[in-house]
């Protein structure tokens, strides 16, 4: 049996993260409703939901990035407002946006220490290229990121090798308790996308950080996560542990849901199958 959305599931001494009927209207457009969600400590939720559900609307609220109109954010059990993305950042959060904030222009060493350079004393705070590039060195190693030179401008690397820069970059913040990602895997090739994958998992695994992540293809989102939240038209409509629900499930469930929003616009018989067909061979998007 299809598991049901448990809005008020219990309070779990382990989640890192907890918000709490959160709503946000952008002027007459409602696009979160009283949506619940939790994140237990090294953990990886994956949020689907089609185009325009409010996902990164929910990303950007977790990152201190959008105010929300109402509900409550708990960290580690604790109410906390979160009034910009340097407080969220002070909260242990950190984000990887589909446009990734790296600079093309620099090295992978200098984008890895990018607003955290490592500054010696004196007069002119000489950035100390010499420690970032050792430091930037093992970090990718740690993180089994293959990357041939950290002295290329990261313009030069492929989409994958930028998108494990940006991440290495992210989890290289002090505290970083929560990595929130989304569609990193979007227009990424098959190779990019095992590196990515591998070093999320690796990343959980070793050091427990919690990660909430956005993508479309459920193969992937099956591969990498621990539990799935579906967001439709800004509500939380399931909320499932990967143990409770298959993919060929979850695929029938947002069928059925498509099916019934278009019914709601068509008569039955007009609806084509075309629309809603497998949403595993939908493309990314922002
Ligand atoms: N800054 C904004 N101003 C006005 N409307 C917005 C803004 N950001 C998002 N929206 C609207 O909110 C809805 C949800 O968007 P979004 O959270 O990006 O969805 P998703 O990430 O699930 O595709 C969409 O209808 C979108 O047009
Ligand atoms: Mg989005």
């Not at 950007?60 to 954010?73: A, E, F, L, N, S």
């Not at 984008?111 to 010696?120: A, K």
Request: charged share 25%; aromatic share 4%; with cysteine.
């Amino acid at each position: 049996m299809m598991p049901r959305a448990e809005v008020n599931d219990r309070s779990d001494v382990e989640d890192v993260l907890r918000i709490e009927e959160i709503s946000m209207s952008f002027g007459a457009v409602t696009v979160l409703r009283n949506v619940d969600l939790h994140l237990r400590r090294g953990e990886i939720l994956g949020l689907v939901g089609d185009n325009g559900a409010g996902k990164s609307t929910l990303v950007k609220i977790i990152t201190g990035y959008h105010k929300p109109d109402g509900g409550r954010v708990y960290i580690d059990g604790e109410e906390t407002r979160l009034r910009s993305v340097q407080d969220a950042r002070a909260h242990g959060i950190e984000t990887v946006f589909q446009d990734l904030a790296l600079v093309d222009e620099l090295s992978v060493f200098h984008n890895l220490f990018l607003n955290r350079e490592h500054t010696g004393g004196g007069w002119f705070k000489l950035l100390r290229n010499k420690s970032m590039r050792a430091a930037a060195r093992r970090c990718l190693d740690e993180m089994a990121v293959d990357i041939p030179s950290i002295d290329v401008p990261v313009a030069k690397l492929s989409g994958g090798q930028r998108q494990a820069i940006a991440v290495a970059r992210a989890t290289r913040q002090k505290d970083i308790k929560i990595l929130l990602l989304d569609e990193p895997l979007a227009a990424m090739g098959a190779k990019e996308t095992a590196l990515i994958i591998n070093l999320i998992k690796g990343l959980c695994r070793n050091t427990g950080i919690s990660v909430i992540i956005i993508d479309h293809n459920y193969t992937h989102l099956f591969d990498i996560c621990d539990r799935i939240n579906v967001i439709q038209q800004g509500q939380v409509t399931l909320n499932a542990d990967l143990s409770e629900i298959s993919i060929e499930e979850l695929i029938e469930l947002m069928v059925q849901k498509r099916r019934r929003e278009l019914s709601k616009y068509m008569p039955r018989a007009q609806v084509p199958a075309e629309t809603v067909v497998n949403p595993q061979t939908k493309g990314g998007s922002r």
